[in-house]
């Protein structure tokens, strides 16, 4: 049975040496006890989070211990009643191949039209965080501008095509160009900006965004962030998804003041934290399944094989290599 462990926590940008492959024994089951084979399992940006030792909203990974990360996985044994062997669960749970578990907290996974794998991403906690942090925070009204970073990505990709349900001209921000062709042409975004090669961000995020900005979902932060809030409008609502450009930092940046402009723009920015919604997680699978039924929402994914890739692919996420979900199809 392999295993990836923490070996050292990083310093800069994760590299495959703080990781390790281990092996161990296959774990025998107990009363009440399903043993589960992971099938996809979901790297994500806020994981470089937990491998500081620093107090958050979760703890930090320990070291010489599996790592964990929402899991795809097939119920290959059961000693439990509430669960058939054969069936599928999404949860948290530890980058092992096999692991046994109490089924306490797992997700039963029912809906067999969509792939196992959009569990992980559109029907995951991206989907939820794009959709529920719009309703919360957004609050988008039709005719309004959305701009959105990250926007090829598996929340921003989300997050842009729910401003296009809403009636909003959304605009998107990433780094290749065939990045901005992706979501325009496949997600419908009106516009794009590849902040990789774009000298003044201000000025064209100015551009494109002629009515101003009414709603930035920001899911890098750094100098994207002062740029979009120059050009945000009276009564502006800024989402403080994340920060991918900041997470490998040592020290924190310093940047723009922002309080004049908030102030004068009688703005709101709120941190989100999906977890802190799970009242309101049924609801919003209903919805975006339901936008994903009538082809209003689609998805993509970017894939891995083999479980021993799994840290290359968390480390590929900060070099932009995926568009739409990175995951690793075991
Ligand atoms: P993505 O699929 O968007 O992958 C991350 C993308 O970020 C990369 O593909 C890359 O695309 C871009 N990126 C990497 N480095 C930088 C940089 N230095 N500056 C600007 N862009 C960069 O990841 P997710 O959709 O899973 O997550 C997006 C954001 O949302 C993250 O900040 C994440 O932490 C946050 N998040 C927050 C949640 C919450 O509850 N608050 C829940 C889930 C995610 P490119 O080619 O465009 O550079």
């Not at 794998?117 to 794009?130: E, K, Q, V, W």
């Amino acid at each position: 049975n392999k295993v990836i462990t923490l070996k050292e926590r990083p310093s800069g940008k994760p590299d495959e040496k703080n990781f390790e492959l281990k092996k161990e024994e296959k774990p025998a089951l107990e009363d009440g006890e399903i043993l589960l084979e992971s099938k996809y399992i979901s790297v994500d940006p806020y994981l470089r989070g937990r491998m500081r030792d620093e107090d958050s909203y979760i703890t930090p990974f320990k070291l010489n211990e599996p790592l964990s990360s929402m899991v795809v996985a097939k119920i290959v044994e059961s000693k439990n009643d509430e669960f058939q062997e054969g069936d599928h669960v999404s949860g948290m749970l530890q980058w092992k191949q096999f692991q046994k578990h109490t089924g306490e907290d797992l997700n039963k996974i029912t809906n067999k039209k969509v792939p196992l794998s959009a569990y992980l991403g559109i029907l995951g906690l991206t989907g939820l965080t794009a959709y529920l942090a719009l309703k919360n925070i957004g609050k988008l009204k039709e005719g309004e501008t959305l701009l959105v970073s990250g926007a090829a990505g598996a929340v921003g990709s989300v997050v842009g095509q729910i401003g296009k349900i809403k009636g909003c001209r959304v605009v998107g921000i990433a780094g290749t160009d065939e990045k901005i062709d992706h979501i325009k042409s496949d997600f419908g975004f009106d516009a794009g900006i590849n902040y990789k090669t774009t000298e003044d961000m201000a000025k064209a995020i100015k551009e494109h965004c002629p009515d101003g900005v009414d709603v930035y979902f920001d899911n890098v932060g750094g100098e994207i962030l002062d740029a979009a809030m120059q050009n945000i409008n009276d009564f502006a609502r800024i989402i403080n998804c994340g920060a991918i450009s900041i997470y490998n930092k040592e020290e924190v940046p310093k940047g723009m003041r922002l309080e004049g402009i908030m102030v004068k723009k009688r703005a709101l920015m709120q941190g989100f934290i999906v977890r802190d919604h799970a009242d309101e997680f049924q609801e919003a699978i209903k919805q975006l399944g339901s936008w994903l039924a009538d082809d209003k929402l689609k998805f993509d994914e970017t894939r891995r094989e083999g479980f021993e890739n799994v840290p290359k692919a968390f480390i590929e996420i900060f070099e932009g290599k995926n568009t739409g979900k990175m995951l690793v199809e075991v």
